[in-house]
């Protein structure tokens, strides 16, 4: 089953297209849900840190 980017990166890569045909930008909407992950991920780790 392949692995779909997620619905945020797609919405605003199909309002784009629908916008402009030549506008593709789902590889820098995932680039920033990605990131957004990442500093989850970090905030996390600093917050168990504080706490353990």
Same mark, same amino acid.
């Given at each position: 089953?392949? /692995?779909?980017?997620? *619905?945020?990166? /797609?919405?605003? #890569?199909?309002?784009?297209?629908? %916008?402009? @045909?030549? #506008? %593709?930008?789902?590889?820098?909407?995932?680039?920033? #849900?990605?990131?957004? *992950?990442?500093?989850?991920? *970090?905030? &996390? &780790? *600093?917050?168990?840190?504080? @706490? &353990?």
């Amino acid at each position: 089953m392949p /692995r779909l980017p997620p *619905v945020a990166s /797609r919405i605003a #890569n199909e309002i784009a297209i629908k %916008h402009d @045909l030549s #506008n %593709h930008l789902l590889q820098y909407a995932m680039a920033s #849900n990605i990131s957004g *992950v990442i500093g989850s991920a *970090v905030a &996390g &780790g *600093v917050l168990i840190s504080f @706490l &353990g």
